[in-house]
């Protein structure tokens, strides 16, 4: 069985300015470096579905979805925050990136696929439950593991975050919420600039030094994050994959490299075969230098394809 690949075309036609670093041609670069390096070959290729509403609304009020639905332009841009623009193909790429992961579940929970990477745009895991910011609209993660929790009745789903960023949406969603543990790694005084005083039991954080590089997180990983997951016993583990804390990458500065991505992978599946049957569904977040978001997912994606 081979490693789903999920995405759409609807996921490059939302776009927010020419100089945005969110942009379509993350996708391609994405693509054209996994073609390059032969994984796309190894990989089943899955056209991704536009979310339901009722998928949707486990993680979201319908008050937002109604008010992104207001807010769609007919032409050019209309304006969510400072740095998150809706263009009139927003929506529509906002639901395929949130269907893929439901998807994706779909397929690993079905015994379709071993595990599964979401190549979507817009990303999500600062999507709160009433809003959207920062890039995202959906947050396509957690509608991943709230459909693998109310649709295949799974009781217990990790959510795992190496964004540079901290998955803030994430744990308004899901603090407190004992069916999911959510290990979420990122750099410190960065934005959405929260404290790093965990919400809730379920919510394991990594709060890491600028500057502190790979070594500094593989430290706080095997400290905080694997004993917490050894003792959860996922039956599933989604990832938040974000490649934006790369050392070519201008969003941060931990100084991350391919390998780190690696090493990172290979703790995440270590742990899913131990309690999960393997499964990972990853969906892609940030990453916005683009040479180094194609080497770094390339090198998450070989853990996942060899496993
Ligand atoms: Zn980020």
């Known amino acids: 069985m081979l490693t789903a690949y999920l995405t759409h075309?609807?996921?490059?036609?939302h776009q927010m300015g020419a100089d945005h670093p969110e942009c379509p041609e993350r996708l391609a670069a994405l693509r054209d470096h996994l073609l390059v390096k032969g994984l796309l070959d190894c990989m089943q290729e899955h056209e991704a579905p536009a979310a339901?509403?009722?998928?949707?609304?486990?993680?979201?009020?319908r008050a937002w979805l109604l008010q992104l639905a207001d807010q769609v332009p007919a032409e050019g841009y209309a304006r969510l925050d400072a740095d998150t623009l809706i263009n009139p193909y927003t929506l529509r790429a906002a639901r395929r990136a949130a269907g893929a992961a439901v998807r994706a579940v779909d397929l690993v929970l079905g015994g379709q696929a071993p595990n599964a990477f979401c190549a979507v745009r817009p990303p999500g895991h600062h999507a709160q439950r009433a809003q959207g910011a920062g890039f995202c609209f959906f947050n396509n993660a957690a509608v991943g593991v709230a459909h693998a929790l109310a649709a295949h009745g799974l009781l217990r789903v990790a959510l795992v975050d190496f964004d540079v960023h901290h998955g803030d949406g994430s744990e308004d969603i899901f603090a407190g919420d004992e069916r999911?543990?959510?290990?979420?790694?990122?750099?410190?005084?960065?934005?959405?600039f929260r404290d790093s005083h965990p919400p809730a039991a379920n919510v394991v954080l990594a709060p890491l030094a600028a500057r502190s590089g790979g070594a500094a997180m593989r430290e706080a990983v095997t400290q905080y994050w694997l004993p917490a997951l050894a003792r959860f016993a996922p039956e599933?583990?989604?990832?938040?994959a974000g490649f934006d804390a790369h050392r070519e990458d201008d969003m941060g500065n931990l100084g991350w490299s391919e390998a780190d991505y690696r090493w990172l992978t290979e703790q995440v599946l270590a742990q899913a075969q131990?309690?999960?049957g393997g499964r990972i569904v990853s969906c892609l977040e940030g990453g916005y230098a683009l040479s180094a978001l194609a080497r770094s997912a390339a090198a998450h994606l070989r853990v996942l394809v060899e496993a």
Do not use: F, G, K, M
Not at 9 to 13: A, F, M, N, T
Not at 54 to 59: D, F, I
Not at 186 to 192: E, F, R
């Open 274 to 276: 131990a309690s999960a």
């Open 180 to 192: 999911v543990l959510l290990c979420s790694s990122y750099q410190q005084d960065l934005y959405p």
């Open 52 to 61: 339901s509403d009722e998928q949707l609304q486990r993680v979201h009020d």
């Open 236 to 240: 599933l583990i989604v990832v938040s």
């Open 9 to 13: 075309p609807d996921c490059e036609r």
